[in-house]
């Protein structure tokens, strides 16, 4: 069974708009870490954005925000006024402590283009 | 962040022969060491799992015995694709952690091309 799922193949969104990435998860591992990347061209993993399975409050960093709904096992992305350089692949990625030792595992991604 | 320094970032290599890619921990101590395959437009595959000291576990379906991994070192770990075909043409990339509560930060990757 799919851990990580992104169901989105391909976003567009307008230069200045927001977008919003979904992602959902599947554990039964009480204490997990969802991860967001940002994976250029170049092929670099850019780490983006952190939430803790405990955290109770959304994680943001910068433009990036997480909307995190533990309930509905979903850790969507926001980017907020997109830029054309945040055009890229996105990442999903889950981290469970106890049932997989803490490999990170990752959704089928996200290509984001943003347009000018 | 921590550096994570991935070596060499692009390599071709004849069909047959073997070639080594090297992934370095820069400032910590790597206790544990993840490898990576990519294909284009596909998500990261989680080959195996290396821990300094010990044999690295496999996921399911790689091939131990053509994707050999040391991990001799707490700041290095090295993938070697033996006997290389066209098909393990891929993007490889590594990450390391220092402990399993810490963050994995990745290296940046190795294209490697089998001619």
């Known amino acids: 069974a799919q851990k990580i799922t992104q169901t989105q193949p391909g976003m567009f969104v307008q230069e200045k708009e927001a977008v919003t990435l979904d992602c959902t998860y599947d554990?039964?591992?009480?204490?997990?870490?969802l991860f967001w990347y940002k994976q250029p061209s170049s092929g670099e993993m850019i780490f983006l954005i952190y939430q803790g399975s405990y955290d109770q409050q959304n994680a943001t960093e910068g433009r990036y925000s997480l909307n995190f709904q533990k309930a509905r096992k979903s850790a969507n992305l926001v980017i907020s006024a997109s830029q054309l350089g945040d055009s890229a692949m996105y990442f999903c990625?889950?981290?469970?402590?106890?049932?997989?030792?803490?490999?990170?595992?990752f959704g089928q991604g996200t290509e984001l283009s943003v347009k000018p | 962040g921590a550096v994570v320094s991935q070596h060499p970032s692009r390599v071709i290599c004849k069909s047959g022969t073997s070639v080594k890619i090297e992934c370095r921990s820069l400032d910590f101590q790597a206790t544990t060491m993840f490898w990576y395959r990519q294909f284009p437009k596909q998500s990261l595959m989680l080959m195996a799992t290396s821990n300094e000291g010990s044999k690295a576990t496999y996921e399911q379906g790689v091939e131990k015995d053509k994707f050999l991994i040391n991990h001799a070192s707490l700041t290095l770990s090295t993938l070697t694709v033996t006997s290389a075909h066209p098909e393990d043409s891929s993007f490889y990339i590594c990450?390391?952690?220092?402990?399993?509560?810490?963050?994995?930060?990745f290296g940046q990757g190795t294209r490697l091309t089998v001619v």
């Open positions: 554990t039964s591992d009480p204490s997990y870490g």
């Open positions: 990450s390391a952690r220092e402990s399993v509560n810490t963050e994995a930060f």
């Open positions: 990625a889950m981290r469970e402590l106890y049932n997989q030792g803490g490999k990170l595992i």
